[in-house]
């Protein structure tokens, strides 16, 4: 079993940065895990916002966020982030991490451990 607790957001003006933190905890080898971001803003469907392998060697990104956003991981905290610069109002959503035993996806479907979201509202 894996625990995901995610942190780090909040209400920022547009144009501006938030870093979100996702900590991992349960009898697990978290460098086994590919791990993943996802948004769901009010009335729309999860969807994938980047994604990284469990080495952190590989990344993935949504269209809409490529160039702004990077995922990282630290392997010996068992942490994953998502430096979100440059945002925008359409960003607004809450944010959650996901994990999944093997390669990564861009799936929704593809994760089988969840944290709780953080709320990320930006103003414009």
């Known amino acids: 079993q894996v625990q995901l607790v995610e942190s780090g957001g909040g209400l920022v003006q547009a144009g501006g940065s938030l870093r979100l933190s996702c900590a991992a905890s349960g009898r697990t080898f978290f460098s086994n895990y590919a791990m993943g971001w996802f948004r769901q803003a009010p009335g729309k469907e999860r969807e994938f916002v980047a994604a990284i392998s469990g080495s952190g060697g590989s990344t993935y990104y949504a269209d809409s966020v490529k160039g702004r956003f990077t995922i990282s991981r630290d392997n010996a905290k068992k942490t994953m982030y998502l430096q979100m610069n440059s945002l925008k109002p359409e960003d607004t959503a809450v944010y959650y991490c996901?994990?999944?035993?093997?390669?990564?996806?861009?799936?929704?479907?593809?994760?089988?451990?969840w944290g709780q979201g953080t709320q990320v509202t930006v103003s414009s």
């Open positions: 996901a994990a999944r035993l093997g390669t990564a996806t861009m799936g929704v479907y593809g994760y089988d451990y």
